[in-house]
Nanobody, 113 residues
Framework: QVQLVESGGGAVQAGGSLRLSCAASGIAVSIKTMGWYRQAPGKQREMVAIMTPARSTKYAESVKDRFIASRDNAKSTVYLQMNRLKAEDTAVYYC???????WGQGTQVTVSS
């Protein structure tokens, strides 16, 4: 059974940083396409970053040059380093095994301006 558990969310002021973690069990993150998504209040869920097994990463335009997605295969964990946060980054952030449509429970990120 594949499970994903996110952590690292919280409240931060604009311009600050947070690092989200997503611990995976029942799967090797190195061989799957892993994604970070977010959903703000009243909005649809949107892609933030997608990492392929070939180590290519695609970012949403709104986070490019501010967010960095990475993975630690030994720990079966993926990360999202979020820098220069903005109020519009406020959302619940989810990680997912994209090809299996498996999602974590989400972690709240709140950025105050």
């Amino acid at each position: 059974q594949v499970q994903l558990v996110e952590s690292g969310g919280g409240a931060v002021q604009a311009g600050g940083s947070l690092r989200l973690s997503c611990a995976a069990s029942g799967i090797a993150v190195s061989i799957k396409t892993m994604g970070w998504y977010r959903q703000a209040p009243g909005k649809q869920r949107e892609m933030v970053a997608i990492m392929t097994p070939a180590r290519s990463t695609k970012y949403a335009e709104s986070v490019k040059d501010r967010f960095i997605a990475s993975r630690d295969n030994a720990k079966s964990t993926v990360y999202l380093q979020m820098n220069r946060l903005k109020a519009e980054d406020t959302a619940v952030y989810y990680c997912a095994v994209v090809t299996l449509n498996v999602w974590g429970q989400g972690t709240q990120v709140t950025v105050s301006s």
